[in-house]
């Protein structure tokens, strides 16, 4: 019986998460007294929308094309501790012929000083995961009204109720940057899902599929690695092999599980209405990371004996307080073509974005699937009506367009932002949870419940039509 | 902590099932020792192979049409308590110009008055999945050597450890009558998992995502819903709505899960160096069959009132001992074209049956599907070519063919069967695994070892090439 004590001990210390999570809830009158009036903007001199930026890396590189192209934004500082990053920003600047902001380089809490000296209406942050939740919290704490902050947004619990309670406490808007929100399938789905097209909502999928490996490894001049150049990670790389390889090395877990959970949530209406009740998660033996070190670098290759605790894939299925179910997949260190893998069903129709398939019950011949195309074309979004010539110039399918021109229509109306702290906690929350599962052979964890009860009478607000 | 104590019971209830397990599993030398060598045939008056059928329903047409074009065999014997179906066999008879064999005719315990009174080679159960365990174990215990029963095999962990422990103590072989581990997709996938194209295998996905609503229901005339005609089940309809439509109403799991879970058993070689540890389920709402009775009954309609206890959507996620993960899905009462949605994934390739695309690293092209046909088209497994033009002529899709095929050649040689009682046991369990998993909303459960021990030692067997 000693392993059933131990799994009793640990079903006990879950159930006194669960407890603290109740008394949050039950106290949640108690804690909307503390929640600050949202935060106003103060105009500018000049009238424009105050930018500014930590982490100047490639992810950065887009919103700053973007922004750039809003007539009303100026980028009054940046910060970060990279000079290869620096330098990558000054090009972008340069070709578009653009005055280079006031720069704050140094430690790596520089951006503490930033805040301090400089007055900004929107901070964006674009750097390593584990920055995001400390620079989150000091922008919201240093009184910028906005902050957009990539994804995932945290990772762990404590980061994710850290954002959802600095975000409370000062009024201050945070928005989670997961641009597959805007993606124009994902959104014409949206649409459909919201006029009824699928019926009652049962079940969704989504995921990161996409082979990452050459991104874990480069050789410090290309981002992608090269076959024949060196492997490295860390601080003789650049990229994302500076930091996101270690995630790998050291976690265990869908630890980026936004850019699918991002979408099902709207479907789902996730925190409006809904919520994630419980999930477990299985995980696959860890190998590509290691293969592909002894197949570029040779069986003796410093890195070959790492043990990386990320196994190859995640899965996770997920519970709603509804009734629905959702299964999210974390597969980056296998050879495949890139995926989204998502599903939206209901008892009326289904989309299948793996072959690009839809049907809906009574209109699609039946047991014949049509091609998902021809129904998205006839429910665009209007975002995507109104800005999808701009989005699609602005290259990269334009869905980070779209984003950035719905976060600053935001803040131009001294609205909440689309995607809120809510919404970065419970789709974040999903690594921690992961880990926790699956560290247990796959036991089910229960999701707390980060707006304290205010899910059950918030409406749909992201991507409302305009 | 009330809640906390219940759930405690509840898992010491699980461990107490574990531990039974357990205690078979150490027991294993002692349960070796109670296995009868292979029941041999003996030799028939005529030299023909003497087929007895119990069951002769919709399903049963198909294996008459596959059996009758065997001209070293005999249909002896046939036993079933349903006119309707009884006269559906006589016609297929008839169109094939055979003799009409004996018939059963009775009670529903008839078919042990058949097995007392007639001599078989091998005995077909195609009945109500609530009778395949009776009529195997009473074939068994009645001296056939070979018993083939139909999907699932068994419905509860008793009935899947009475599959077992028969064919066991009797030697009988009993065959699980899985047809889509004979698709010609599947078994090309087979081969090319065996040949190592897809690297150390990962992740496998499979289901059973079957609109079956019209099945469910039927005027009794029909095999398949007209609209506008009546909505029976039970005695007043017709095949599987005669019977299979009250699992839906009486049970809330993966009520069919070997059309998936057969495939991807022979692709990870469960019972053969690897096995099934544990799995989680979860389940949506169930909308579907209320909404379908509504839809075409009227809100009025007698079984609009019915609370079907099966939710639409299931989905289990799975552990093996080897540290690969499986994703199984059911799916029967929503709008949908049909698949069994494959996808098989290693360290070097994936297969997605959903979209029908492949990528096998180095060889595709990079970050590029191709189409899973031109891969398939290769990599033929020799029963297809041997039998492929054959199985072609018997009509859908051939795979029932090939499987007959496969089984009476283990027949003619005295051999043991491709997929056997644990094969049998251990695809089947996930029905009463899933049941309990969500019926606690989605908890971890063990598997249990059916083979106690010897997956250890067994070495592959289904369809080694010929």
Partial sequence: MTTTRRDFLKKAAFAGAGIATTTLGTNAAEKQNTIAPQKKRTPSKSGKIRVGFIGTGFRSQEH?????SFPDTEIVAICDVSDFSLNMTKETFKKREKEFPK?????????????????FDVIIISSPWEWHVPMSVAAMKAGVPYVGVEVSAANTMKEC??????????????????????????????????EGLFGELLHCRCGYEHDLRAVKFNDGKSYSYVPGTDLKMGPGAIGEAVWRTFHSINRNGDIYPTHGIGPVGNWLNINYGNRFTSLSSMTTK?????????????????????????????TTMINTVKGETIIV???TNSPRPYSLGFRLQGTEGVWYNDGDTLYIEGQSKPHQWDKSGDWFGKYDHSLWKKYGDEAQNAGHGGMDYIMMTDLFNAIRENRPVPLDCYDAAAWSAISALSEESI??????????????GKWINRKPYFAMEI
């Fill in 286 to 314: 860890s190998r590509g990371l290691h293969k592909f070190i002894v197949d570029n670098g040779g069986a003796n290759h410093p890195y070959a004996n790492i043990d990386f605790k990320l196994g190859d894939i995640v």
């Fill in 103 to 119: 720069v704050y380089k140094g430690g790596e809490l520089e951006y503490e000083n930033m805040l301090k000296k400089e007055e």
């Fill in 161 to 194: 109720w850290d954002l959802v309670n600095t975000s409370e406490e000062t009024g201050s808007q945070l928005m989670i940057l997961e641009n597959v929100c805007y993606r124009r399938d994902v959104m014409a789905a949206l649409k459909m899902a919201r």
């Fill in 439 to 452: 560290a247990q052979g796959g036991i089910l964890v229960d999701f707390p419940d980060f707006t304290c």
């Fill in 64 to 68: 700053f094309n973007n922004i750039l």
């Fill in 329 to 331: 997949t974390h597969d």
